[in-house]
């Protein structure tokens, strides 16, 4: 057969229209249990030898697990994810081989074809031997949602980055350095776009100096792309009925583009951070860097979830919008990695959001939704009167959320005094300091200029008994037990304005609770209301603050050309350790989890789960180089 029996094989990108949603390929089983892609006409393995080839062409021809020896981090990429066999067996190794334990295997994987939860059971139930590895792997099972899906497995220390898309696209658009790489898509035969030329170039750009490459294939194409990648190609023994297979070896690594926001991370992992703010922000963030073993410790004056974070009852949803822009996947891959944070959580209560069209704008955006949805059915569906159904969304309940975010982290309360230069807080020296506390960096950092929001709430105890329910149209309602709330307010203060409830926002709260249910505004009338405001900091693009810190007015002298057209064309000046997890506006507790993620891996030197793109959007270094075309400074 051509190509050979190789694991983990794309569908060629013909096969179908581009849709926002990526297609499955079609299974077809032969009777031994062996998956075919229809489209591509090739197998993703054979039923009785797949395990061993991944073994011999993959695992054996990287040099592994003698690769690894002696290493706290190793990482590697993979063309084609597949049934994620490839995925597993390495695992399987890590856990029988692991050099230290604290040391860490990262696994980042692109695929445009994902299969089904279903078929991706079928095909790896050939090897009990790998149960219950597939079992947690299935339990976690990506929908076909383009973006990036994330993993940690923390009791082994493997992290599993999954870029699903076109590779074409989602290679250029990743941020990571790899030690080895599996190359294992269908056969060039089959599939000539996973092994175009173009790709060998951008594998030797996400290579470390040396890193490896296996892979099945002997073709002529691959063997003259790798070595014009600046690899050095051999021909190994091959698995089974393949004569020969290929092993690569990096000789020179190309030379790094300039890292204009500052994304390569710390040169070495921080082993202590501090984090200033115990909202979501710096909840999710410790949490994250935890979970990898660093040691942090969180201050804030007043303890934990006590501002913007401390509402009684919060509503997770998607921010949908109609076009596929940067944004709009960065809000679905941010509502996402939230979700799944939160599942089986104390305080995470799973429910459906029936929201309706505000306006006659909103149900033409919502049409043009449902026409190209960016979600599956699964978790959106139309309703009448032009709305939509927001399935497994949640309802939330702060305080608990936080507290399980923060189990066995330190947490210092009372006066808290930073010295970001040093990186020192109350006295005690740091790795690495996070900024997590809302308008209190205006204070450190001048140039930020985060924006304050006034956030009203309103809240009863007492009501009808009811099932997590929730409602949205502008403002939002809530039902959970006998608790009701709806809200909020989003209203501009000055700065330096303290958080106090009106009667003016209780009335835009009120009047919006009359449209979206008359019944709960009868419960509200017969029982004592609760108004809550807190402070919500937020920038002007409405898009929150997650990367390093730059040195602001190195920043300026080093993009000065900014201003007469010129492109940024150097590394991003610094603060040295320092980063920012801030402005999230009203959607804190979607952006925590994704947030808390990418700075762990920046803080840490593992691969980075999201695009370039959405980093680019978020990074605090954009303030001032969007300031500085626009000749603002």
Known sequence: MAGGDCSNRRAPATCCAMTRLLPHPTIDWKEDGTPVAREAGDVYFTAGDGLAETRAVFLKGCGLPEAWDGRDNFTIGETGFGTGLNFLALCDLWRAHRPGPDAWLHFVSFEGFPLTQEDAAQALSTWPELEGLAERLLAAWPGPVRGVHHLVWADFGVTLTLHLGDIHDTLPQSRFQADAWFLDGFSPARNEAMWSAGLYGLIAVRSKPGAVIGTFT??????????????????????????????????????????????????????????????????????????????????????PATGASGNPLALLMPRLDAGDTTQARLLIDAYLAARQTYAGMDGAHETSVRQMPKDEAERSRFAKLLADPPLPLEDLEAISGGGLLHKRAMILEPRRIVSGLLDNIRVSTGRVEADLADRRVNGESFDAIILANALAANRQLDWIRLEGRLGQVEHLTGGAMAAADAMASGHYALALRDERLWGATFEKIEDGMQAA?????????????????????????????????????????????????????????????????????????????????????????????????????????????????????????????RALKRGEI
Not at 225 to 243: C, D, I, N, S
């Open 501 to 625: 409830v009106s009667q003016a926002a209780r009335g835009q709260n009120d009047a919006a609770l009359d449209q979206l249910s008359p019944w709960w505004q009868r419960d509200a009338r017969m029982l004592p209301v609760t108004s809550r405001a807190a402070i919500r900091a937020t920038t002007a693009d409405r898009l929150p603050l997650i990367g390093p810190v730059p040195d602001a007015t190195a920043t300026l002298a080093a993009f000065a050309g900014l201003r007469t057209g010129r492109p940024a064309d150097a590394d991003a000046p610094l603060m040295p350790g320092i980063f920012m997890v801030n402005g999230f506006g009203a959607r804190g507790f979607t952006w925590g989890p994704w947030a808390g993620r990418v700075l762990a891996a920046l803080c840490l030197g593992g691969p980075v789960p999201a695009e370039t793109e959405a980093l680019e959007a978020v990074s605090p270094l954009r303030l001032i180089l």
């Open 218 to 303: 002997v073709a002529g194409a691959v063997r003259r792309g790798l070595a014009e990648a600046g690899f050095a190609v051999a021909k190994a023994p091959g698995h089974g009925r393949k004569r020969e297979r290929l092993e690569a070896r990096l000789k020179q690594a190309p030379a790094p583009q300039p890292d204009v926001h500052g994304l390569r991370g710390l040169p070495a992992a921080a082993k202590k951070v501090a984090i200033l703010g115990a909202g979501i922000a710096g909840a999710s963030a410790a949490q994250a860097l935890a979970r990898q073993g660093t040691e942090v410790t969180i201050f804030d004056p007043d303890g």
